[in-house]
């Protein structure tokens, strides 16, 4: 397998996510995106790809045995949704029954060490799920923080970093909010998953929110949005997110880890809207 995370000076990488190709078995969303070109591919932690409360033995090795096949490296798993057993933010960090956080966490756990068998380099998670009706935001932000905590041992133990990824609407969607959850764990093995679009959607511009966040970045997730900042993933170059100058100061920066491109809107026609993401990367980035 290609090396799944650069070395500091290297150019960055592109991987395209799975999520937008729901209609396909995994091995086949991989074989897909490595025909389009990409170095790597995100894997979908959930229904229908790897769900890890269901996923075997067996399961694993075919997919690792399948980006093998392809030449690719992963990027990241993405054990942010659950819809194999919720939706897309339920159960979450901060669920109000404990039984439901619990379900986050296990769930969590096990995503951990799928992405150390399949050599993953991290999980992205999500910032804490939507604020639930008449729960104090501190209350909020303390029941994360102990659900991260929680799992760090098994990212230790796995060597996988788990990535907190900012989304609008939940309880961390902004560059300060993250920073104060940063500032309460100092864990190697915990990152930022920096989407570039999350942030646009709630007003900040991402070429300064990234150089607020660069220090805690593991993994970068990139696609458009319109200007009206509408939170729905836009193929690139289709919105009006400055994606070039938002790579570049990601670049400049130091970054040399995976850009993976996540454009699950595209379930329709996944392969050709990988080969045209990739294309605009090439041509404008």
Request: proline share 8%; with cysteine; aromatic share 8%.
């Amino acid at each position: 397998m290609k090396d799944s995370h650069p070395a500091a000076g290297a150019p960055v990488k592109y991987a395209f996510s799975t999520n937008a190709f729901t209609k396909y078995r995994p091995e086949e969303a991989i074989a897909a995106i490595a025909q389009a070109g990409y170095d790597g591919v995100e894997l979908m932690l959930d229904a229908p790809h790897l769900f890890p409360q269901h996923a075997t033995p067996e399961d694993i090795r075919t997919i690792r045995s399948a980006a093998e096949k392809a030449g690719l490296a992963f990027s990241n798993c993405n054990a942010f949704t659950m819809s194999a057993v919720g939706d897309t933010w339920h159960p979450s960090w901060i669920e109000p029954d404990s039984g439901a956080r619990h379900q986050r966490i296990r769930h969590t756990a096990r995503a951990l060490r799928i992405a150390r068998d399949l050599g993953a380099p991290n999980i992205s998670t999500e910032p804490g799920g939507p604020l639930p009706q008449g729960m104090d935001r501190n209350l909020a932000i303390d029941l994360f923080v102990e659900g991260i905590e929680e799992v760090l041992p098994v990212a230790e133990q796995t060597g996988v970093a788990l990535l907190v990824e900012p989304e609008p609407g939940l309880v961390i969607e902004r560059t300060e909010q993250y920073l104060q959850f940063a500032d309460r764990i100092q864990h190697p093995n915990l990152g930022l998953n920096f989407d570039i679009g999350h942030f646009y959607c709630v007003g900040e511009d991402p070429a300064e929110a990234f150089s607020r966040l660069k220090h805690h970045a593991r993994h970068v997730h990139l696609e458009d949005i319109a200007p009206s900042r509408q939170h729905r993933h836009l193929l690139p170059g289709t919105g009006g997110i400055d994606l070039p100058g938002v790579v570049d100061t990601i670049t400049s920066a130091g970054y040399a880890g995976w850009i993976t491109v996540e454009l699950y809107p595209y379930q329709d026609a996944p392969y050709e809207t990988a080969c045209v993401a990739l294309e605009y990367i090439r041509s404008h980035i």
